[in-house]
C-alpha cells in the first residue's frame, strides 16, 4: 500500500490524472490519514493555506414540489400543511435586510411549484436586483431550469438569456444528487436524469454563467457509483471549464423516506472530501458546507483537501428539515476563528472567487 501512495503522490506533484480504478482503490483503503495527506497536498498546490468563505443568505421561495424524491424532508404538496411560496415582494424584503447586513450573495432556490409561470420567476430575481443592485445572485438548480424550460417552453439558451437579463448571476451546484441511473431510479424517479442535469450545466456554461456541482452521498450508492459521478464532472469541466466548486453533500435521514439509512458517518465523509479533491483535479474550489457537515466536521475537512467553507447562510431549511445538527447561520467572526484554529489563512471572497479581503 505505501507504494500505491507513492505513485499516487508521485502522480500528483506531476500534474497527472488518476484513473477511476486507483480512485476505487484509494476507497478501499482504511487509512484515512494518508489519503487525506495526499488531497492536503493537492489543495495545498492550488491554495497554499488559503481558506475562502463569502458573506451569503440562503432564501428558499418556496417548498412546494411536483417531485418527491425519497431523500427530501423540505418538500411539500401544493395545499399540504407546511407549504409556503414567498412572493417576489417578501424575497426582495429578505434580500434587502441581508444587504443592510453585509450579504453579497443570494442563494436562492426552491421546489418545482406546479403553477408558477415563469413571470414569477422572472419577478423574483428583478425584485431581488432592486433591494439590492450590487449583490449577486446565484439562483436555480438544473433542475428548476429543465422545469422552467419545459412550462414556459423556452429553450434553454433562450430562457437562460430572460433569466440573466433580469438579474441572474450564477448557478448553485444542487440536484445533482447521483448521477447513476440505478440508484437514481429509487431515489428520484421524477427527478431529471444525470445526463440531462449535465446537458442543462453545458448550455449554462455555453451561455457564459458559471456555476458549481454537488453530489448527495452516504444513501444507497456505492463507491464506484461515487467514482462515477466525480469523473463524468471531470470530463464535462474538460470541456467547458464553466464550474467553479465542488460540494458534496452527506446525506441527513431525519423525516426522509429513507431514514433507515442514517447517512455517513465522519470517516466517510472526510474519505469522500479528499476523493473528491484527488480526481477533480481540473475543479479549483471544494467547498465543505459547514450545514450538512456539521461546524466540528466541516473545520477538520481543511485538512482533507477542502479550501472554502462557504458562508454564512443565515437561514437553512433543506438541511435542516432532515435533521442537520448545524446552527442556521454563522457569523463571520465564527468562520474566521474555525479557519485560524486550522491552522489556515481566511480569505473572503466573492461569489466568483476573486479576493475581497486577506485576514
Ligand atoms: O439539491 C436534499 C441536497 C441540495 C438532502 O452551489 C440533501 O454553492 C443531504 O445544492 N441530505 C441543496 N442533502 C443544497 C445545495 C448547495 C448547498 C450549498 C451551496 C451550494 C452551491 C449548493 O441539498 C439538494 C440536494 O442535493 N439535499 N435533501 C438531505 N436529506
Not at 415563469?118 to 433591494?131: C, E, K, T, V
Not at 470530463?235 to 426522509?256: C, H, K, R, S, V
Not at 442514517?262 to 470517516?267: D, E, S
Amino acid at each position: 500500500m505505501k507504494r500505491f501512495f507513492s505513485i499516487i503522490a508521485d502522480k500528483i506533484e506531476g500534474g497527472e490524472r488518476i484513473t477511476s480504478d486507483e480512485a476505487l482503490q484509494l476507497a478501499d483503503c482504511h487509512d484515512l490519514l494518508s489519503i487525506g495527506k495526499l488531497a492536503a497536498k493537492a489543495n495545498e498546490g492550488r491554495n497554499g493555506a488559503r481558506v475562502f468563505f463569502n458573506r451569503n443568505r440562503h432564501i428558499n421561495y418556496s417548498n412546494v414540489c411536483i417531485n418527491a424524491c425519497a431523500f427530501c424532508a423540505f418538500r411539500r404538496d401544493d395545499q399540504q400543511e407546511g407549504a409556503f411560496c414567498l412572493s417576489p415582494q417578501e424575497v426582495g424584503d429578505r434580500t434587502a435586510v441581508a444587504a443592510a447586513n453585509g450579504a453579497r450573495e443570494v442563494h436562492v432556490v426552491g421546489g418545482l411549484h406546479p403553477e408558477k409561470p415563469l413571470s414569477y420567476y422572472l419577478d423574483l430575481l428583478q425584485a431581488i436586483r432592486r433591494a439590492a443592485p450590487a449583490i449577486h445572485i446565484k439562483a436555480f438548480t438544473a433542475v428548476e431550469i429543465d422545469h422552467l424550460s419545459r412550462l414556459s417552453g423556452l429553450p434553454l439558451a433562450a430562457l437562460l438569456n430572460e433569466l440573466r437579463a433580469a438579474g441572474l448571476d450564477s448557478l448553485p451546484g444542487g440536484g445533482a444528487e447521483i448521477f447513476a441511473p440505478a440508484v437514481r431510479e429509487r431515489l428520484c424517479p421524477e427527478k431529471i436524469s444525470g445526463q440531462r442535469w449535465l446537458e442543462i450545466m453545458a448550455t449554462v456554461h455555453t451561455a457564459g454563467l458559471r456555476s458549481n456541482a454537488t453530489m448527495l452521498f452516504g444513501h444507497l450508492e456505492s463507491w464506484a457509483d461515487r467514482i462515477d459521478h466525480l469523473l463524468q464532472l471531470r470530463e464535462l469541466q474538460d470541456q467547458t471549464g464553466g464550474f467553479m466548486a465542488f460540494i458534496p453533500l452527506p446525506y441527513q435521514a431525519d423525516n426522509t423516506r429513507l431514514p433507515e439509512l442514517r447517512g455517513p458517518a465522519g470517516v466517510e465523509i472526510l474519505k469522500t472530501l479528499a476523493i473528491s479533491r484527488l480526481v477533480l483535479d481540473n475543479f479549483d474550489h471544494l467547498k465543505g458546507y459547514w450545514v450538512m457537515l456539521g461546524i466540528k466536521l466541516a473545520q477538520v475537512s481543511l485538512a482533507f483537501g477542502v479550501n472554502d467553507l462557504d458562508g454564512t447562510v443565515i437561514e437553512e431549511r433543506i438541511g435542516h428539515a432532515a435533521g442537520a445538527a448545524s446552527p442556521q447561520a454563522l457569523s463571520c467572526d465564527d468562520l474566521l476563528w474555525l479557519i485560524r484554529r486550522a491552522g489556515k489563512q481566511p480569505v473572503e471572497r466573492d461569489s466568483l472567487y476573486a479576493t475581497l479581503r486577506e485576514y
